[in-house]
């Protein structure tokens, strides 16, 4: 188990001779673990995945779990085992509050679900084609177990997108528009219901080169009452992926990360024929085979042996790979601390003393500099900037 207090910056200071990708990666990767998956979760995650069930390792693990302590979000995942292994007797104390997590969380699906279809079906009636994905898609294949979801996504065709957004506000909702989304809201209201896409981000700039395929192997279904496009097992495995990646470096959605390690599994066992060549063209096309390698490791490094690594680590990629984790390094935790300390100098401030003014020139010019694009997304700079800072050797 890693140490909650890991840092990744420092560990770097000590070991800046170990030059090769594995010792950064594992450097990365343990330092992202000791952040999103606490101990105990780890604890439950192994639990679940064993190869082995038994009752005394569900008893042995009871006896320093308390569900009170958890709290609801970490211990739906224990529900979803007692659903899993009916077999196995859990305490009066913890059968009924596992059982009313799933009721509750099941009567907020219902109530996305309500947004989902009001929604869609007026879609339908406009000729709107679209396509389900992330956890409203894994809710319907596998709807005996309730999900922690903030919203419901659904892609649409290009074409169709600014079509989309006006329907949904003539229906009443608030709408915020970006680039490749459309978030929606009640009238009045923060909560999010829906994000209608008309295209994935995945920061790697080639999104929209496997779309057309993506539309292409998906399967028309009823979902919750309105016919929808599904995408394949393996195209829902690959956004799965990627998407965990991009919550990992922009520090987003860490309670849904362990429930990632669940949709994973059940995306693969569920499909004999599971074709992994799917997701490797994915990657290709898209330009995130680092991301899906990268994610691949983090998983295992949680639950040892979940995937199979399939992207093949050669010469060429280790290049490639090399330069994805310096990006990864400057980006997620040195350009962020520096972020973190910039945030916390006010303006107001500035006089309050010489030693305050002094470090506010020193670094609010500094990482306004490193933060510029040309330098973030290079990863020659990138390399200089952190072997200034005593990082690499």
Request: overall charge positive; proline content about 4%; some cysteine.
């Amino acid at each position: 188990m890693i140490e909650d207090n890991y840092n990744v910056l420092q560990i770097l200071k000590n070991n800046k001779n170990a030059a090769s990708v594995e010792e950064l990666t594992s450097i990365i990767l343990d330092g992202l673990k000791s952040e999103v998956i606490s101990k105990s979760e780890e604890t439950l995650l192994n639990l679940i995945f064993s190869e082995t069930t038994s009752q005394e390792n569900l008893d042995n693990f009871l006896k320093q779990w308390d569900i009170e302590v958890v709290g609801g979000h970490k211990a739906l995942l224990l529900s979803y085992f007692m659903k899993m292994h009916p077999e196995l007797k859990f305490s009066d104390y913890v059968a009924p509050r596992l059982k009313g997590l799933l009721q509750f969380f099941r009567f907020k699906n219902m109530k996305l679900i309500s947004h989902y279809t009001k929604i869609c079906n007026e879609l339908k009636k406009s000729d709107i084609e679209f396509l389900i994905f992330k956890g409203g898609c894994i809710k319907h294949l596998r709807p005996e177990y309730p999900r922690i979801m903030g919203d419901i996504d659904i892609l649409v065709h290009e074409k169709d997108y600014i079509k989309a957004g006006k329907i949904v506000e003539q229906l009443g909702y608030d709408t915020a528009w970006d680039i490749h989304s459309i978030d929606i809201h009640p009238k009045d209201s923060e909560e999010g219901i829906m994000d209608i896409h008309k295209y994935i981000i995945m920061q790697s700039d080639k999104e929209k080169a496997f779309i057309p395929d993506l539309f292409k192997r998906a399967t028309k279904q009823n979902v919750f009452g309105i016919p929808a496009l599904v995408p394949c097992n393996e195209d829902l495995l690959f956004i799965t992926l990627v998407n965990l990646v991009r919550n990992l470096r922009n520090k987003t959605s860490y309670s849904g990360i362990p429930y990632t390690l669940f949709d994973c599994k059940f995306l693969i066992d569920s499909k004999p024929d599971f074709d992994w060549n799917i997701v490797i063209q994915n990657s290709k096309k898209t330009k995130t085979e680092n991301h899906v390698y990268f994610a691949i490791q983090f998983i295992n490094g949680i639950v040892p042996n979940l995937l199979p690594e399939k992207i093949k680590y050669d010469t060429f990629f280790e290049k490639e790979f090399e330069k994805y984790c310096i990006l990864l390094t400057y980006q997620r935790f040195y350009l962020w601390e520096m972020k973190q300390k910039s945030h916390q100098m006010k303006i107001k401030d500035i006089f309050s003393s010489f030693e305050f003014f002094r470090e506010y020139l020193k670094l609010k010019p500094k990482y306004f500099i490193l933060k510029l694009g040309i330098i973030r997304k290079n990863p020659v700079f990138a390399k200089i900037i952190l072997r200034r800072a005593g990082l690499f050797a």
